[in-house]
Each structure stands twice: as structure tokens, then as C-alpha cells.
């Protein structure tokens, strides 16, 4: 199962681009802050990790529509690992939340935003091949925006 949910703060605004074939994408960043005592220690501490997240169609024109840096919002996806080239040839990857619903949390200092589901996905098997790296066979090359 691949499931994830996030709570936390925007990092910074929302980035919208839209795919050659006019489809919206998302793409911000979820500050999460989370505690843990560290080895030979009685004394807590705190750690905030950086998620990237993505989030397509209508579910991203609502995130740039209604959500700013500081935000307070809760995040459900799943991860998705996939792989570019770079123009000098280098293979990079790149980790992030695909955003299935995003809802702006209590404690915002934002205005309320209602809860924005993605449009449900048919699940089917995996291509044979599809892997580690590989976005499947539902990946069109004009629907990724960079």
C-alpha cells in the first residue's frame, strides 16, 4: 500500500504551470515539524522535513487559488519516485507527494479552503517493466511540465 498524509505549513506559494495540453499542475512544498529525543538524551528536539508535493487538474487550480505560503493544510497521496535526464545527460530523481486531497487545517491564519479531491484513479496492474524509477505506462511525455 502507498499512502501518505501529511500536516503542516505551505513553504512558500503555490507553483502552477499548465502541461502543453492546457491540464493545471501544482507544485508546492509541505513543512512538517516533528519531535524526537536523540540518543544519550532526556531532552526533546524538533526536526522539519520539506515534501515536495504535486497535485494536477482542478485540485491544483484550487491549491493556487486558495492556499499561500503559511498555509496550514492537510495532505493525502501517495509517493511517486520518477526519473529525468538532465540537458548535460545526468540521470536525476525526484521524490515527491502526488496529491490526491489537499485541505487547508484549522489554525490557518488563511482563509478556509474546502475539502478538493482529485478525480478518482481506475487502478490496473503494473506494465511488466514498471519499476523503481519508471512512471508506468499512464505517463505521456507533453503531460509533464518541466
Known amino acids: 500500500m ?50 515536495p508535493c504535486v497535485a494536477w487538474g482542478n485540485l491544483a487550480e484550487s491549491c493556487g487559488n486558495n492556499l499561500a505560503k503559511g498555509s496550514r493544510v492537510f495532505v493525502q497521496g501517495r509517493i511517486s519516485v520518477r526519473s529525468y535526464e538532465t540537458p548535460d545527460g545526468q540521470k536525476r530523481y525526484r521524490t515527491e507527494v502526488v496529491c490526491d486531497l489537499v485541505a ?30 519508471s512512471m508506468g505506462s499512464d505517463a505521456v511525455d507533453e503531460e509533464i511540465p518541466f
Open 2 to 51: 502507498n499512502s501518505v498524509q501529511l500536516l503542516g505549513n505551505l513553504a512558500r506559494d503555490p507553483e502552477i504551470r499548465f502541461t502543453k495540453t492546457g491540464r493545471a499542475v501544482a507544485m508546492f512544498t509541505v513543512a512538517c515539524t516533528r519531535t524526537y529525543v536523540p540518543m544519550g538524551s532526556t531532552e526533546q528536539r524538533e526536526l522539519t522535513d520539506f515534501i
Open 104 to 133: 487547508q487545517a484549522l489554525g490557518s491564519d488563511h482563509q478556509q479552503m474546502p475539502v478538493h479531491q482529485a478525480a478518482p484513479v481506475q487502478s490496473r496492474p503494473a506494465a511488466p517493466g514498471a519499476g523503481f524509477g
